[in-house]
């Protein structure tokens, strides 16, 4: 009897909509019939493992699987309802703000409702993709982080993703929209170099892709200054504040501390003139700063801060339309996309005294 | 012919969930039935007038509209989407996040998305309440405004709501959300008061209703305490860091100066700020500085500024179940709350050295 359950047709889940062509941007339209026929099985037992459902023998799952892949085959949308979820693993970040705003433009534009959900990893209740897949939008844009297995639920209900600046690395393919932040590295290093700097430090974070890219992008244009990289004038600590003091302290107790300190990020630099307050350093007679991401708050330090602008409005707006984009399946000439830093010149940075 | 139209029955506009009970709180549940009984005219009639539609003639419409109001019938509600949409005219504000964020957690703990729109008075294309109305939310939130009609067609589409911190007056019973403005602006002249300011200026802002409780408190907080209230001292500009330090310049350029300005806002304090360095006054040796919200980058300031905290997360979680609540029908007993604000202490208040 199972054995005999597991070929045998079911109206519920068989859904037409699964017999239309895929999007997909391959030149042949490849149906769930096309696959059921290849396999030597019926449709739906195509749609049984479409949908991850139970009573298909191991070997027949294999076969089906194999085809799917290699037709490139994805079920198109259905029920879908008019709406794109933009997830937040925490909502705490400044720039939250800006993103959401970008969002909700591009979603405007588009007659799409705007989600927001906090999957919130440190709180009781915590949301979860089960509940975004439920909620069946549009697509999601997951700001700097997409699991594996998150990107494979959605990838099993045709839910299209786009992962917004990255925090890890994703394998190809991955659509994902960032930002230039090697070129924001070194366009930063370039203006203190112009400026005259030749101690010039650097505050890096953890190893996520950004911060590594804003670091060689650091080391880039000291190389091309015929600069040398000073191992000890490049310090790691995490994003905040409070870690961007202390590292800065450490950096201008020597006795030949640099003359500029360029940050992975704003709060890093916003520590950075905290430490040199309390050193009595006068910023930007004593010390240059150079920041990275250009948060709002940034404009009004004394002095303003100058640093690299991250265009998060921009970039949620491309993600979005990128999104939206490979939900209708549109064919997109480029899933990874990264849009251009610029240099913000504020009044944190001038030529070095000596 | 029209006249015979206007009181027939018509199946696809009589919609059964409408012959159930209110919600409402009333002590009786008035049913679409009862009022089509009293007004002596069909269900469908009542129906029609429910909703806006043509085809009743005035006088009934007259004489249902009044029956209406005299049970407090509501429509109860159907089709819902499993949403709460949270409404902004701009999202441009620091606190945008803060409020999304307690929105978000309320929303989590009951199971609810949350849709966040931007109505972009200022852009094309703009969002309409007809699309919130069309999108079939639990209830809406609206941040700062909402105006009669928009109110009028939430109601007429049983869509509960709550203005979020109302910048403008709103009828009575009409649900709201804000923080004890007139007790902030109290605390934080008293606080300066305490320190031995006798010359406390305060900028103000606006004619919104958040804004003349802000000054009331400081009014209030002066006469208790046998201080004279000087008009001069007493300056109106927009909630802006630009505005704030015009008004600061010619409030510090005065023979005498004040010792001590409260702001209605932290931009305008951050303003104070600015115009004191311009002027070389130091803060807070030659200068006391009192803001109000708390935003983010006020505690990064030099010196960190004492504020008035604004608990924004927890006003909108307040919202949140307070709209919730009334979407459910439950008996809620008061549905216009403000939650309590706090002073933050930082560093930018001191004694005054005369």
């Not at 076969?63 to 037709?71: G, K, N, T, V």
């Not at 091309?224 to 994003?239: N, R, T």
Request: charged share 25%; net charge negative; hydrophobic share 40%.
């Amino acid at each position: 009897m199972p054995d005999n359950r597991s070929e045998a047709p079911s109206t519920e889940e068989t859904e037409e909509s699964e017999e239309q062509s895929t999007g997909g941007g391959g030149p042949a339209a490849v149906t769930i019939a096309y696959i059921a026929e290849s396999a030597g099985v019926s449709v739906p037992t195509v749609s049984k493992v479409l949908n991850g459902r139970s009573g298909v023998s191991d070997a027949t799952r294999a076969r089906i699987e194999e085809l799917i892949q290699r037709y490139g085959y994805r079920k198109p949308p259905k029920n879908r309802s008019n709406l794109v979820e933009l997830v937040f693993r925490e909502l705490e970040s400044m720039w939250a703000v800006e993103i959401i705003r970008g969002v909700e433009r591009a979603a405007r534009r588009n007659k799409v409702g705007v989600l927001v959900s906090e999957f919130g990893l440190h709180d009781t209740p915590a949301r979860t993709i089960d509940e975004t897949v439920g909620r069946r939008p549009q697509c999601v844009l997951s700001v700097a982080w997409l699991s594996e297995e998150e990107r494979d639920q959605l990838q099993a209900k045709s839910i299209p993703f786009v992962v917004f600046d990255p925090n890890h690395e994703l394998p190809e393919g991955v659509p994902f929209v960032g930002a230039t932040n090697f070129r924001g590295g070194q366009a930063a290093t370039r203006h203190l170099i112009e400026l005259g700097h030749r101690r010039i430090a650097m505050i890096t974070g953890p190893d996520h892709p950004f911060c590594l890219a804003r670091t060689a992008g650091y080391s880039s244009a000291l190389i091309e200054a015929g600069l040398p990289m000073e191992p000890d004038l490049l310090v790691k600590a995490q994003l905040t504040r409070e870690e961007g003091r202390a590292a800065a302290r450490d950096l201008l107790s020597r006795p030949d501390r640099p003359t500029a300190v360029f940050t992975a990020n704003d709060m890093q630099a916003l520590g950075v003139y905290q430490a040199a307050r309390e050193l009595g350093l006068r910023i930007p007679d004593d010390l240059s700063v150079v920041g990275f991401d250009d948060v709002p708050a940034v404009a009004w330090a004394d002095p303003p801060l100058t640093t690299v602008h991250q265009p998060l409005a921009d970039m949620a707006v491309a993600a979005t339309e990128l999104a939206l984009a490979l939900g209708r399946g549109d064919d997109v000439p480029q899933v990874g996309v990264e849009i251009a830093t610029s240099l913000t010149i504020r009044e944190s940075t001038a030529p070095p005294r000596d």
